[in-house]
């Protein structure tokens, strides 16, 4: 039988080692070798079943993909380590048989929809700009949003780094206009918050509660669920057809 060869930031992405561009920057850092050998170079192929890969000097073996959404409260910190002993979203699946990182983040004081996975290509079809899968937030705001406040928002804003946001769904859900929905196929930091302050408005609370097809729904604080078949296959689409 042929042997199956394919490119090896594919194979340490698909062994849930990282993404394949991190995993490019740990070829480059000379932090991957191939059968005893330091490999930098990006593109080389290898053997499914006779290359052994190793990333510092450990053998990296596939592992089962895991796919979940969590319900991130409050106080949670999107890292896999804190200096200051805050809590991590990865104290809240301690359960599962393997390592998962978050597939884009939410802040501190934030809650709501966050995927956690151990497939790097999954978290780029998520994450990468390219792919503009919106996510949708659910808003309290300190001041009521006017009209030009939400035509600004839904026209794109400048952020305090001078970067432009691109246009915004934006849907007012309460009479007193405090309370708003806002969609988004960007990622930037706290770009949500940002976009606000832009405007002269506040948020005083945020709630993630979509990404892409994926909805929050009623999954309680804290817990987590698997994510169907047909929620995995449908980001995945997303990303293949940027």
Not at 41 to 58: A, M, Q
Not at 118 to 136: A, L, Y
């Amino acid at each position: 039988m042929k042997s199956q060869k394919i490119r090896l930031q594919k194979y340490l992405s698909q062994a849930g080692v990282a993404s394949r561009r991190e995993a490019e920057r740990l070829m480059l850092r000379g932090r991957i070798s191939v059968n005893g050998r330091v490999v930098s170079k990006p593109g080389t192929l290898v053997d499914l079943e006779d290359d052994r890969v190793e990333l510092d000097g450990r053998k990296v073996i596939p592992q089962e993909k895991f796919y979940l959404m969590l319900h991130k409260p409050s106080g949670y910190l999107c890292a896999l380590k804190d200096g200051f002993g805050r809590p991590l979203v990865t104290d809240l699946i301690k359960d599962i048989p393997a390592r998962l990182y978050h597939a884009g983040r939410l802040d501190l004081d934030s809650e709501g929809l966050l995927i956690m996975t151990n497939d790097g290509d999954f978290s780029q079809c998520i994450t990468h700009p390219s792919h503009r899968v919106e996510k949708i937030y659910f808003v309290k705001l300190k001041s009521p949003l006017d009209n030009r406040q939400k035509t600004a928002l839904s026209s794109g804003v400048r952020l305090d780094d001078g970067l432009m946001t691109g246009a915004a769904r934006v849907r007012i859900v309460s009479r007193d206009r405090r309370r708003v929905e806002i969609a988004i196929r960007e990622g930037k930091k706290r770009q949500v918050r940002r976009m606000l302050k832009a405007v002269g408005n506040q948020v005083m609370y945020l709630k993630r509660i979509a990404i892409g097809p994926v909805k929050l729904g009623d999954l309680p604080t804290g817990k987590w669920r698997k994510l169907t078949a047909a929620e995995i296959q449908t980001l995945k689409t997303i990303g293949d057809n940027r």
